[in-house]
């Protein structure tokens, strides 16, 4: 039996690994997509202490998972489909069938992009529609594209993106942007970023490749056709939470309700990072998150068992 599965291997799943394997306990990381989370999508990661000079997320991560396997996290590519209550322990069931029995579990599964949901969009993924400018940005050198969404990703984003192309617009549904001032200053002063406010993107359109929106002024109604070549779309996430709806308390958005401990409604289920309710979603934040599920993992096992 293990003493503690990790149900995703982000910031916070594999800072709980390290705490929890330092502390000795059998740690298991359950990762069905790439380690690493959202972050390794960032370029720049510029507010994580101890970094003056900014670190790419990717090699963030790296450290992260080094010392994760320092101290002997083992780690499964399988998805998790379902956690159940069994008297003694946790089961939790994976993908592929099998079933994994632990003491504990810390959810730290994260968030996803979410979808724009407009005609095109699907059909031009991967053909001009992307939501990861680190990775497609290069195809980009020298042309035009679009970023939707007014928050921190999005500006941050459109920023790196005016390092190749020669022109950024920002197409943000409000008059007012909702990511941090610093950022919002950066964008403001960057001479290859052109601001469209109270626009919606009503279409993405294109031939083989995208070459073109369809945008609608949300208060005049225009509709205006905008010639870019590829588009980045930014508009927020989704808790990644449906696997334990139906046994772990949600809020109205879907993030999983914690205490101080990190723990949710069912003792010895914790929860850590951008999947719970939190003021502040953040490499340091889920980072602290997942040390102090650890923490309290630790602690009800040396209770119960
Ligand atoms: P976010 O803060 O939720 O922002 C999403 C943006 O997309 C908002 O501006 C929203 O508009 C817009 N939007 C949502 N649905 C839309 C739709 N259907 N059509 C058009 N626009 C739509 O999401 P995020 O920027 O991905 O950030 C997620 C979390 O990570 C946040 O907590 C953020 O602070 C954090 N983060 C931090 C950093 C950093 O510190 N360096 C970097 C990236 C992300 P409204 O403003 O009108 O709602």
Same mark, same amino acid.
Do not use: W
């Given at each position: 039996?293990?003493? #503690?599965?990790? &149900? $995703? !291997? =982000?910031?916070?799943?594999?800072?709980?690994?390290? %705490?929890?394997?330092?502390?000795?306990? /059998?740690?298991?990381?359950?990762?069905?997509?790439?380690?690493?989370?959202?972050?390794?999508?960032?370029?720049?990661?510029?507010?994580?202490?101890?970094?003056?000079?900014?670190?790419?997320?990717?090699?963030?991560?790296?450290?992260?998972?080094?010392?994760?396997?320092?101290?002997?996290?083992?780690?499964?590519?399988?998805?998790?489909?379902?956690?159940?209550?069994?008297?003694?322990?946790?089961?939790?069931?994976?993908?592929?069938?099998?079933?994994?029995?632990?003491?504990?579990?810390?959810?730290?599964?994260?968030?996803?992009?979410?979808?724009?949901?407009?005609?095109?969009?699907?059909?031009?993924?991967?053909?001009?529609?992307?939501?990861?400018?680190?990775?497609?940005?290069?195809?980009?050198?020298?042309?035009? #594209?679009?970023? &939707? $969404? !007014? =928050?921190?990703?999005?500006?941050?984003?459109?920023? %790196?993106?005016?390092?190749?192309?020669? /022109?950024?617009?920002?197409?943000?549904?409000?008059?007012?942007?909702?990511?941090?001032?610093?950022?919002?200053?950066?964008?403001?002063?960057?001479?290859?970023?052109?601001?469209?406010?109270?626009?919606?993107?009503?279409?993405?359109?294109?031939?083989?490749?995208?070459?073109?929106?369809?945008?609608?002024?949300?208060?005049?109604?225009?509709?205006?056709?905008?010639?870019?070549?590829?588009?980045?779309?930014?508009?927020?996430?989704?808790?990644?939470?449906?696997?334990?709806?139906?046994?772990?308390?949600?809020?109205?958005?879907?993030?999983?309700?914690?205490?101080?401990?990190?723990?949710?409604?069912?003792?010895?289920?914790?929860?850590?990072?951008?999947?719970?309710?939190?003021?502040?979603?953040?490499?340091?934040?889920?980072?602290?998150? $997942?040390?102090?599920?650890?923490?309290?993992?630790?602690?009800?096992?040396?209770?119960?068992?």
């Amino acid at each position: 039996m293990h003493d #503690v599965v990790i &149900i $995703g !291997g =982000g910031p916070a799943g594999l800072t709980a690994g390290v %705490y929890a394997a330092r502390g000795g306990l /059998k740690t298991l990381i359950c990762e069905e997509k790439i380690i690493g989370g959202q972050i390794v999508l960032s370029y720049e990661v510029e507010n994580y202490p101890g970094f003056p000079q900014g670190i790419s997320g990717m090699e963030l991560i790296e450290n992260f998972t080094k010392q994760a396997e320092k101290f002997g996290v083992e780690t499964s590519y399988e998805g998790v489909k379902s956690i159940e209550e069994d008297r003694e322990c946790k089961s939790v069931y994976l993908t592929n069938g099998s079933c994994i029995k632990t003491k504990t579990v810390i959810i730290a599964a994260g968030a996803s992009a979410n979808k724009l949901g407009c005609p095109g969009e699907k059909k031009f993924t991967g053909k001009g529609v992307s939501y990861c400018a680190t990775c497609d940005g290069a195809f980009f050198r020298n042309k035009t #594209v679009a970023v &939707i $969404g !007014g =928050g921190d990703s999005a500006i941050e984003e459109a920023l %790196y993106l005016t390092n190749l192309a020669k /022109k950024v617009y920002i197409i943000h549904r409000r008059d007012r942007l909702r990511a941090i001032k610093i950022l919002q200053d950066r964008a403001m002063e960057n001479k290859k970023i052109e601001f469209i406010f109270n626009s919606v993107v009503k279409e993405i359109q294109g031939d083989k490749l995208v070459n073109g929106l369809l945008l609608e002024n949300r208060k005049t109604k225009e509709l205006n056709r905008l010639d870019i070549d590829g588009v980045f779309i930014y508009v927020g996430v989704t808790p990644n939470t449906a696997f334990v709806a139906d046994m772990i308390k949600l809020d109205e958005n879907g993030y999983i309700i914690t205490d101080d401990k990190m723990e949710t409604n069912i003792e010895g289920i914790y929860a850590a990072g951008d999947i719970r309710v939190t003021p502040l979603r953040q490499v340091i934040t889920a980072a602290a998150d $997942g040390a102090i599920a650890a923490s309290s993992a630790q602690k009800y096992i040396e209770s119960k068992f």
